[in-house]
């Protein structure tokens, strides 16, 4: 029997291909010929009963479809297009550019994906005289694409989403992911029904705090609940838990590692997890340096300026953090006030501010605010200083740009990564640690989802703790003060919390640096496992989710301001 005795007509296939695609009839008479056509002219592969329709116009200069795939007619296909394997383009489709459907798509008739995209910086000239850019389309595995979406260059459609009809895409959709509207947002995570992506108008902590948590983020709270006294012990120094633990087995002993260990047992509720606290209290205590009030390492030493801008993320001026912090865990704190800091004057401390090396080194010069405002809080806290950090905050709110709300400058080799990286220190030390408002959040927000976008150094590569963290937080505190995209920021941050969640190592924490980091520290360990397990309850908390989770983060990561903390001893 052929098509024709099947009551199958031409009009019908080429507008609904899937009839000769999967019918029993065999191939479609003329299709042969027709895809010999394609080969000779444009080089085209097609894999076994593909269909391409006569109706279809075919002007592309690369063209591969895969076995069982369909083009309709109507749709019109230029420059450059690859098909995997049971996909379908149903009538009137457009694709330009460089577009690539992976295997199972479905793409409804009239969308339209313009892989390219036109210029138009240069006042001077008509746009239509400008060039072109193309960063391509990506179309993910098992993706349904519904009736007049549009999708622009540079997106990427991850695997197993549903665009729904109408939508404007203009940025990448996490995988599962139900989105729609112009531009089109994530209304909800196909693995949870449950859980729609809707903006909250509730505080953190409120009603929408509550409700229920994505399955991932359930089952990964089971295990660390389960598992994070085997991390402990497996970095327990020599005699068992107690000071002496160490980042990682076989690594130095450093002074953050134990403190990185009594803030994931205080984290979890029990801080005594790590040993007796009189102990740890006495060696911690013990670091401080009786005259400067700071926290060097044994083997390290002080200089002579110990106020010195210093680039080593361990020195003893992040021991005021690590110590410092670690011992209002234990319920105490440090035994001397920070004297190097508290001596500076006015005059002093703005001079020291302004030689700050912010526009090529943001990252140390944010940390180095970071130290002098923890240690304000120290001696505030502990040893009744009644001194401010008006100064400061004066100092940081005139020297913000206005444009980007960081402080510092983007570089030809690593963008916007110190600027915000040292935006992120500071904030921390100053405008979180003290309870006050974010200046130019907006303006933040938007770089901050510049820089987590640049794939040179948070998508692609890059991905530590650090790097991450220094984008989880400012995203999570500017969320706590205005709506400025919402939906986009709560769609970055539910990314990271889904691929975060699949890195922990079972009895063994979290290494500093995501899988296949090149450069970065791999082996799970302490430092790791703390900042990994605060990325993830920011993460959780912005979108509602943190309720009820086995950790809260303690010490350097706490969420908390610093006078909404129970008194010091």
Avoid: K
Avoid at 386 to 410: A, F, K, M, N, Y
Avoid at 421 to 435: E, H
Avoid at 444 to 452: F, G, K, N, P, S
């Amino acid at each position: 029997m052929e098509f024709g005795d099947a009551g199958i007509d031409g009009l019908r296939v080429e507008m609904e291909p899937w009839h000769a695609v999967w019918s029993d009839h065999g191939p479609w008479p003329g299709q042969a010929a027709r895809q010999q056509d394609l080969a000779d002219r444009l080089g085209a592969t097609f894999g076994e009963r593909s269909f391409v329709a006569e109706g279809a116009h075919v002007v592309a200069d690369e063209l591969h479809l895969g076995a069982r795939s369909y083009i309709a007619a109507g749709c019109l296909i230029r420059e450059r297009l690859t098909v995997g394997d049971d996909s379908s383009l149903n009538p009137y489709v457009v694709t330009a550019g460089t577009v690539r459907i992976g295997d199972g798509v479905r793409i409804a008739s009239h969308v339209a994906l313009y892989g390219f995209n036109h210029t138009f910086d240069d006042l001077g000239v008509p746009i239509w005289m400008q060039p072109h850019t193309e960063q391509g389309i990506v179309v993910e595995d098992d993706v349904w694409i519904g009736t007049h979406v549009v999708v622009c260059d540079g997106v990427t459609i991850g695997a197993h989403s549903v665009v729904a009809a109408g939508a404007v895409v203009t940025r990448d959709v996490p995988p599962w992911s139900v989105v729609g509207g112009v531009p089109a947002r994530v209304l909800r995570d196909r693995r949870d029904p449950r859980l729609p992506r809707e903006p909250s108008t509730e505080p953190s902590g409120g009603p929408a705090a509550a409700r229920a948590r994505r399955p991932a983020l359930e089952r990964f709270d089971e295990r660390v609940a389960a598992q994070w006294r085997d991390v402990l012990d497996r970095c327990a120094g020599v005699g068992g838990p107690g000071p002496g633990h160490l980042d990682r087995p076989g690594a130095a002993p450093t002074v953050r590692s134990g403190c990185d260990a009594v803030e994931i047992a205080g984290a979890f509720g029990d801080p005594g997890a790590v040993g007796r606290a009189e102990v740890w209290i006495d060696h911690l205590r013990a670091l401080q340096d009786p005259v400067t009030g700071l926290f060097p390492d044994p083997a390290d030493g002080l200089p002579d300026d110990p106020l010195e801008l210093r680039v080593d993320v361990d020195s003893h001026q992040y021991g005021v953090l690590a110590v410092g912090y670690a011992l209002e865990v234990l319920g105490s704190g440090p035994a001397h006030p920070v004297r190097a800091v508290g001596a500076l004057t006015e005059e002093d401390l703005l001079q020291r501010l302004d030689a700050l090396p912010w526009r090529d080194l943001a990252w140390p010069a944010g940390s180095w605010v970071d130290f002098v405002a923890t240690a304000v809080h120290l001696d505030r806290r502990h040893h009744g200083s009644t001194r401010g950090i008006e100064t400061l905050l004066g100092w940081l709110q005139t020297r913000q740009d206005r444009r980007s709300g960081v402080w510092g400058r983007p570089d030809d080799t690593s963008g916007w990564l110190l600027p915000v990286n040292g935006t992120y220190r500071l904030v921390r030390g100053t405008y979180a640690q003290f309870g006050e408002p974010l200046p130019r959040p907006e303006e933040l927000v938007d770089t901050i989802i510049a820089h987590a976008r640049e794939h040179r150094w948070f998508v692609d590569r890059g991905r530590t703790a650090c790097n991450v963290l220094d984008v989880v937080h400012p995203l999570w505190l500017a969320l706590r003060q205005v709506d400025h995209r919402r939906d986009e920021v709560r769609d970055r941050l539910a990314a990271v919390l889904e691929e975060a969640l699949g890195w922990w190592v079972d009895g063994a924490g979290f290494a500093f640096a995501g899988p296949g980091e090149a450069g970065g520290n791999d082996t799970p360990g302490l430092q790791g496992t703390e900042m990994w397990l605060s990325i993830v309850w920011l993460a959780a908390d912005a979108l509602g989710e943190s309720d009820g989770l086995s950790w809260r983060p303690r010490g350097v990561h706490r969420p908390e301001p610093a006078d909404s903390l129970a008194p010091g001893p």
